[in-house]
């Protein structure tokens, strides 16, 4: 079993959807929790942090479910820019691991 | 702006020369580096951790001495991929955080590598 699991997608949907991606980890020492995104062909860049409260940035919600060991990314109203690669970071103290990412791909 | 620089961007190199490609923490001093390797289409694959002043922690099925990596200072690691073949050609990508558990971990921009 990977540390770090995601659907790999793709996930198609119209603009204008809501969709969500989870993530499964398998260490239960994690501390810290990420959601990435990554473009074709460029470096990942930080979407949000994940806090076991929830935390919520415009359009985008994370939440983490440590009983269960998931943590999930919901984006309401997605645009043609939200295509990407979603990518879950699960931090172990110094131990980072990164699942496979999900494919996004918003259509008009 | 990119608070982790990773140069250069591109390379081409010729089968059986090394290429050094460089990673600098430019706002915080950062301990431990982490290599990545993605081939297109694929994910991340850590190749190794970077710890400044000692030797890097490979991944299994990562070759030490082909890829090797130097963490001089707490701001700079470098990854050596040495007598490079055609299937070393890749996305080679570096990240640190800075010295408290926790932070953000930020990615530098990215190394194409293409071996000719």
């Known amino acids: 079993r990977k540390e770090v699991e995601q659907d790999p997608g793709p996930f198609n949907v119209p603009e204008g959807a809501t969709v969500a991606f989870n993530c499964t980890y398998s260490?239960?020492?994690?501390?810290?929790f990420f959601w990435y995104r990554q473009d074709c062909r460029k470096e990942p860049k930080l979407l949000m942090s994940?806090?076991?409260s929830g935390n919520e940035d415009g359009r985008f919600t994370a939440q983490l479910n440590r009983a269960s060991q998931y943590i999930s990314l919901l984006i309401r109203d997605s645009k043609l820019s939200d295509s990407a690669t979603y990518l879950c970071?699960?931090?172990?103290?110094?131990?980072?691991?990164f699942g496979g990412g999900t494919r996004l791909m918003v259509k008009p | 702006g990119a608070v982790v620089s990773q140069h250069p961007s591109w390379v081409i190199c010729k089968s059986g020369t090394s290429v050094k490609i460089e990673c600098r923490s430019l706002?915080?001093?950062?301990?431990?580096m982490f290599w990545y390797r993605q081939f297109p289409k694929q994910s991340l694959m850590l190749m190794a951790t970077?710890?400044?002043?000692?030797?890097?922690?490979?991944e299994q099925g990562v070759e030490k001495d082909k890829f090797l990596i130097n963490h001089a200072s707490l701001t700079l690691s470098t990854l050596t991929v040495t007598s490079a073949h055609p299937e070393d050609s890749s996305f080679y990508i570096c990240?640190?955080?800075?010295?408290?558990?926790?932070?953000?971990?930020?990615f530098g921009e990215g190394s194409w590598l293409t071996v000719v």
């Open positions: 990240s640190a955080r800075a010295d408290r558990v926790g932070n953000t971990i930020y």
């Open positions: 260490n239960s020492a994690s501390q810290s």
């Open positions: 994940v806090y076991s």
């Open positions: 970071v699960v931090d172990a103290g110094n131990m980072l691991t």
């Open positions: 706002d915080f001093q950062a301990t431990t």
């Open positions: 970077s710890n400044e002043g000692s030797k890097a922690t490979y």
